[in-house]
């Protein structure tokens, strides 16, 4: 069976990073499914706490293992930004392969201290665990705001106190803010690649970049580069399904979901496979590597 570690460890060694799409509805989990497939790309697909009441907890362990069998691609999935532990305690039951324990809004102490119990109980069944100290600004949607306005609510990740969070908790990832936002701006947020390359040479876990939405290509590459291992996208493919959805409504009669539901599906994984060709990920779920059995 693969396995996400593996993976995220090999992303790192080969400079390249897994994609985790947000996905809370059948069309847009279908829409990733088949970048993956076509792209041949290991893919991790996650929900927030909101996204997951409204789909299920084991109903998408349910609906994703399904698919993964029927389009034969490497999926892990991730409870994304979740603090309340139930919400954890039920994915780590139902076996999801990620859980992102977000306390960057709680005092750093209590952080610490409900990491390390995540991180104990997590690590009995082999899943991975991605903290939080920064808090990462912004809401997944369109902004009309520029990005700085946002950037500067949020306190950038230290190094050093980076290295002493990951060290005391033994969280595996790290969520970095180097000025990387939720959502899509007027204009693209430049990132502090240097304050990367710092935490990178400091931090002894994986890295992950928040907020892939509206990052210029060039700048992804270049967080790749120093050190970032799984990107998170979710506004992008919001904002296609929305439009998609909204014009196609405006110019059909058709009544069934299913029929309707095609260009959005379409629109959907464009955005997908295009984040995916960015990341470098295409092609590595045929690699001998992610293939081989551990
Ligand atoms: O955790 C989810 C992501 O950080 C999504 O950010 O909406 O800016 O793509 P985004
Ligand atoms: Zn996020």
Do not use: C
């Not at 790309?41 to 996204?51: D, F, L, N, Q, T």
């Amino acid at each position: 069976m693969p396995d996400i570690r593996h993976t995220l460890t090999i992303a790192k060694e080969e400079g390249w990073a897994v994609g985790a799409f947000n996905a809370a509805n059948i069309s847009t989990l279908k829409a990733i499914f088949r970048a993956a497939q076509k792209l041949e790309a290991p893919v991790i697909i996650e929900s927030s706490v909101g996204e997951t009441e409204f789909f299920g907890h084991r109903a998408f362990r349910e609906v994703i293992d399904s698919y993964r069998d029927l389009y034969d691609v490497q999926a892990f999935i991730n409870l994304d930004h979740a603090v309340a532990l139930e919400s954890i305690n039920e994915a780590i039951r139902v076996g999801y392969e990620l859980v992102h324990f977000d306390g960057g809004e709680l005092p750093y102490e209590d952080n610490v201290k409900l990491a390390k119990k995540v991180v104990k109980k997590a690590h009995q069944k082999e899943l991975l665990v991605e903290g939080e100290i920064d808090h990462i600004t912004g809401s997944s949607k369109l902004h009309k705001s520029k990005a700085a306005q946002v950037q500067a609510e949020g306190n950038y990740t230290e190094a050093a106190r980076a290295a002493e969070f990951v060290k005391a908790t033994n969280v595996d990832t790290l969520a970095v803010f180097i000025g990387n936002v939720h959502g899509i701006y007027a204009d693209s947020p430049e990132l502090d690649l240097e304050r990367l390359q710092e935490i990178s040479k400091t931090v002894d876990s994986f890295l992950s970049l928040h907020g892939g939405s509206g990052i210029r290509d060039a700048d992804i590459k270049k967080a790749i580069k120093n050190g970032i291992s799984k990107i998170n996208v979710n506004s992008e493919l919001r904002l296609a399904f929305f439009n998609t959805l909204k014009d196609t409504l405006k110019t059909t009669d058709e009544l069934a979901a299913y029929k309707f539901m095609t260009p959005v599906i379409d629109e959907v994984q464009k955005v997908v496979e295009k984040k995916i060709k960015v990341f470098g990920s295409a092609g590595k779920a045929k690699s001998k590597w992610l293939r081989r059995s551990i």
